[in-house]
């Protein structure tokens, strides 16, 4: 529920985007919400949703709520799949965000003295400048790789004695394996991996951590909201801290669009209390996870929602059965020899669906391979109540990628 | 000559470095200077030249002059040739940058309404994140492209109606023939150009203005000292104000090192009055150009460089005699039907130098070939006073690139 700051702010954004946004003023037209109707905290529930599909729609800048002198930049969605959402910034904006990556920064014990090696891409992508702008923030030294060209990020990193990466999971894994092929561990200076922008599991982070010897971070963001760093874990990591000052967090039923409990997972729907070049009412994130109650052991006030278990996108529905990636990585966690890196495989034979999951496995281990393969089918059975083939093969064995790995292959609409 | 302003920042400087740089503390030992015998402007000519070598050798962070805490960031020269150079910037080196690149902005004539598309890289660069920093101090929009993605940038340019764009010369020459080519000119609302880190001829500078009718402002820079922003063009377009407030330039004699008098062309040195990361004394950058006499008809107090015409490195002995990339600019700009294209291959052939002149010509107008190569050799012979070789052959034959242009290929040391 909202507290009596967080609505003040809400009421203010109504009346702004209905004045200044003619992307809000027709949409709510539209749908009939007038918006000196709301009047309370619960009232929130009557003002519909805001769908990826609008802000596409909205291409070029029909987000946009201010004046053209007030912009001062644009970030876009990567538009691979259809129109790029494009965001309009205002200064003010700029400096927000910043102030919540810096935030992000100091909640994982990242200080003026660390240099931070930033490996995620710069330009119309949010990544790269929103990182920098907070290790600036803050004080730290930022070293600005962007994406790709190993060879020299791990020269800088030697050379530089960077102390923390940021980076996605793919990427990071690939650093901490080519790390572990040349020997030069001893050499690498890290202590502290800020990891965002892509699901990634237990395995996975453990296999990193190990091999980089870091503590390693969950920093969320997403492009339509300021971008990365709007919420990360703390040592505590039990949860994500979020921004309750810039933005109103919701879970919602992704069917039927009714608001969740405290503790229900769901899909998370996002309002920016303060943004000002494309402010946005109730957006749909397609994330899912659940907002996790009581107080954080690490003593600070702000929120929390739990990681990310996947997209409403991702969710795949096999023999009638929901799945989300996020599961997967709970059933690869049982199973002992198990890798982190695995992929699905859905196809429709002789009139059923018929899923394969793909796994690397650690082949210097003790379990025998066929033994790895009978407990996965075992657990998925028991955990999530279908019958699936396993297929195990050696760590390297599966497709890497700099970006974000494809998961999930469902040839069943092919 | 230095001003009182800049010769009492000059002194702190010194005092500075002397007491925390640990790269001039030795320089200035091994040398016997002592900074407490600079005592009147024209002392300067005493303290020895910081020379690129140097700051490749002080890699990785040898040039620092400030404490850990107080760097925010580093940019880093390519380092195509051997290490690259490292420069550590605070907070406050990124300000002073981001108030010069605005102050560029505003003396081309960009204003807060100004839509601007980046198409310079990124990253360790210092191209991609300074010119958006200047651009968002104006309050104009930055478009943050990066470079490449020649589809991507188009469609950008049309959907976005971005009226100023920056890049390299090489880049918008390879834009403006692609929009000639699809026949999108009528949809492109470029009104100005921000052209800056490579040498180019008056040709192509023709070439792009009247392929995409805008403006073209060239703005230097180099990674060593901020990076591009410290000079610009005005709407005179009588050489490029720099920022005597910021930035103390001299132009030697570089073979010599003998201080030249205003107005003749030699090597730029640049010593920065304010920078706090990396500071540097009597830089030697290689840039050929000369000091502009005079006000400028534009009313600015800021003084004025000529455009670079080379580098001490481009700089190539034919024959006896030394050519710069400027000079073949200056022939060309001279003979009917020759475009700015051109490439310059030295060989030595039976104890002689032989110089080829390759250049591109726009066959669809009335200058023969033949006339056009007899002309070419005729002028270079007259101007430069050495026998060469022309070679014309059609627009779009010699190679483009997005970077810089290679255009002198010398193989007499192959």
Redesign the interface.
Known sequence: MMSGGQFELFQKLLSNVNQNSLFYKEKFEKNGIKVEDIKAPEDIKNIPFTTKEELRDA???GLQAVS????????SSSGTTGKPI?I?YT?QD?EDWAVMMARSFEIAGVT??DRVQITP????WTA??GF?AG??KL????????PGNTDKQLQMMM??KSTVIIGTSSYALVLAEEVERRGIRSEIKLRKGVIGSERWGEKMRQRIKNELSIEIYDIYGLTEIYGPGIGIDCDCHEGMHYYDDYLYFEIIDSETGEVLPEGETGELVITTLRKEGAPLVRYRTRDLTRIISGKCRCGRTYPRIDRIIGRTDDMVKVKGVNIYPGQIDEVLKEVEGASSEYQILIDHINGKDVMTLKVEYNSDGDTDRSDIEDNIVDIFKKRIGIQIIAEVSGIGSLPRSEKKSRRIIDYRHC
Chains 1, 2 share one sequence.
């Not at 053209?68 to 644009?74: A, L």
């Not at 004080?139 to 962007?146: H, I, L, Q, S």
Request: hydrophobic share 45%; net charge negative.
């Open positions: 291409y070029p800048l053209d002198e007030k912009v001062v930049r644009i970030h494009i309009p200064a700029v003026p003295l891409g710069y330009g119309l790269g400048i920098q290790v600036e004080g730290a030294m930022a070293v600005p790789m962007g050379d530089l």
